[in-house]
């Protein structure tokens, strides 16, 4: 583990500073790192780098998930360290293959819950030629840092056709305070379809259902992240949950087969369904008839792993119906 991680930063940083620094000036190569010392490397006595394991803490004893060793306190993993400036990053920072092709596109950006905590701001992408309408509501849940962050990127997303609508953060104020909930414990995916005249979860809530339902696109995507991880039981931290797959059954099960399948995603996904009461998946699919798509990563997993999850999820969904 230790030794790879030099070379995995080298590479990261590379294809950071390759897609995302200033495009006037000549393309240069990076050089290549002098080869580390022999001190550097050398594995401490009667180990071997394979064997460089997490260590147990008070209270937390290490899991190993999908390859990946974690802690794990018997109901909760704890998140890794997350460090990055997401606003500064790109798409190519999260893999080579996501959104390589640029589309002309107009962009417009209103806000929701103008002037209150909660808000926040959608950002419309519009390619020239019409085509379907996807709209992406991210982190619904303020804590769920790769379900925005993936989000926040996807505001620079260009189409070949059709229409992207992306609220990143839903929970804006509970991104900022790094909390599931709006406020208090005010969980707005509980509260929708929410009133203009409720508490603050329910004002945001119903502020992003009269947008879907003005908007009307074909499929929303919900995207969330999953902390609990309880032994025998349902692993929701890399699922897909759907209320209702009205004209996206095909798509789903393509997408859901794809990450079963080795081809799509870090690990297999597994689906289920319906979406709690009150949540933006149950409550648009049975009011608004719009399907909803929530994608749960697991917040276990580094930090890019997750959010580059996120993204190819998105990605697919554009790509199989035409819009990239
Ligand atoms: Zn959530």
Redesign the pocket.
Do not use: F, L, T, Y
């Given at each position: 583990m230790k030794k790879t991680l030099p070379i995995f930063l080298t590479f990261f940083l590379f294809l950071a500073l390759a897609a995302c620094g200033p495009v006037n000036g000549p393309q240069t190569t990076a050089a290549p790192e002098p080869a580390a010392s022999a001190s550097e490397t050398e594995a401490p006595a009667g180990t071997t780098p394979e064997e460089t394991h997490l260590q147990p803490e008070e209270g937390w004893q290490v899991i190993t998930i999908e390859g990946v060793e974690m802690l794990w306190d018997g109901y909760k993993v704890k998140e890794p360290d997350i460090r990055l400036d997401i606003d500064s990053m790109c798409f190519a920072d999260f893999g080579e293959d996501f959104f390589t092709e640029s589309y002309p596109v107009e962009t417009e950006r209103y806000t929701l819950c103008e002037g209150e905590i909660m808000e926040t701001e959608v950002v419309h992408i519009k390619a020239e030629v019409p085509g379907p309408v996807l709209y992406i509501v991210a982190g619904?849940?303020g804590d769920?840092i790769a379900?925005w962050y993936a989000g926040r990127l996807l505001r620079s997303a260009t189409l070949k056709a059709g229409e992207l609508y992306i609220v990143a953060p839903a929970n804006a104020n509970g991104a900022k305070n790094r909390t599931?909930y709006v406020t208090g414990t005010q969980d707005m995916?509980r509260s929708f379809p929410g009133s203009p005249d409720g508490n603050e979860a329910e004002r945001i809530a119903n502020a992003i259902y009269r947008d879907i339902e003005r908007v009307q696109p074909f499929l929303v995507f919900d995207l969330?992240?999953?902390i609990v991880y309880t032994e025998g039981r349902d692993f929701l931290g890399s699922n897909l949950i759907y209320t209702i797959l009205d004209n996206i059954d095909d798509l789903f099960f393509d997408m859901l087969f794809a990450t079963q399948d080795g081809d799509l995603c870090s690990n297999a996904f597994s689906s289920n369904g319906p979406g709690p009461k009150g949540s933006i998946n149950n409550t648009v699919a049975n009011e608004l008839g719009i399907p909803v798509i929530t994608v749960?990563t697991f917040r276990g997993f580094p930090i890019e792993r997750r959010v580059s999850d996120q993204l190819a999820i998105v990605q697919y969904a554009l790509e199989y119906v035409e819009m990239r």
């Open positions: 619904v849940h769920e379900a599931r995916n969330h992240e999953a749960e």
